[in-house]
């Protein structure tokens, strides 16, 4: 089992490899991830945003799922995910939800741009207060919503995530 | 066809009703969302994560994935979405990658963060400069990785998304 550097590298290697395959293949966009728990690839996924029709099929939201299902467990604590480009926000999000320990990533979010595939707006938008991002948000029945909640609050059998 | 205000309003309670009977049905954490197009429901969703052992599967990733297979589209706009609370990161970058036209809440993100649900620290890191977040994010063989993206240009393919 490679370690260290090594070890990196090689994980890094075969994302890329992945994300070229994808596009040779016709599946889908030039992304891939695979995520490693102490030495071994435990889920790998590639974007099958077009081919799944699921604009939530990015690379690395397929491997955490993969590797998720893998595992039996929503936490991915002790693992990393290895991709071959800089996470998107939404993927960045999914990475912390999944409790990852480290990413690794290849290309640059600038580079990805280069390409035709740019998230700065997705990250701008986060910066904006609410009320001056371009995707309106509305609140409504606030007080009504509190329900969800205090069912969850009285049911007891929470599995904290 | 319900229009306007009585709508949103007529939607966000099935989502409330979902995310509550989630909880009921001992199926996972109080969250759901429904979207929508032209006053028709295409999809909803209930946060799975446990259930499903999936940290991607919260109500809004489950109604958009949903939507876009009933619609057989990677592309949700002309919809919207809603939701029974506040979207986190995650959810919020899924709206934007699905094109969803807005995004009405009932619950906030404070309200979720009362019954134990705290979204708040991803935001916060969102807003750090990579070296100051408490997910390490390396990045190597940028270079290499530039053979997936060209791979993407020189296909010819691209189905923009």
């Given at each position: 089992m490679p370690t260290g550097q090594d070890a990196n590298l090689r994980f890094l290697r075969r994302a890329i490899a992945l994300a070229t395959e994808n596009v040779r293949a016709g599946h889908g966009g030039p992304f891939a991830a695979v995520v490693v728990r102490d030495g071994r690839i435990l889920g790998e996924g590639v974007n099958t945003v077009t081919a799944a029709n699921?604009?939530?099929?990015h690379a690395e939201v397929n491997a955490i799922r993969a590797a998720a299902t893998a595992l039996g467990d929503f936490s991915l604590a002790g693992c990393e995910i290895y991709s071959s480009c800089e996470p998107c926000p939404m993927c960045l999000a999914a990475c912390y939800w999944a409790r990852l320990g480290a990413i690794y990533f290849a290309a640059t979010a600038a580079d990805a741009a280069h390409a035709g595939f740019d998230d700065d707006y997705i990250h701008d938008e986060f910066a904006k207060p609410v009320d001056a991002r371009s995707l309106p948000a509305i609140n409504l029945l606030r007080e009504e919503a509190w329900a969800s909640f205090q069912a969850w609050i009285e049911a007891g059998k929470k599995i904290p995530y």
């Open positions: 699921d604009p939530t099929a």
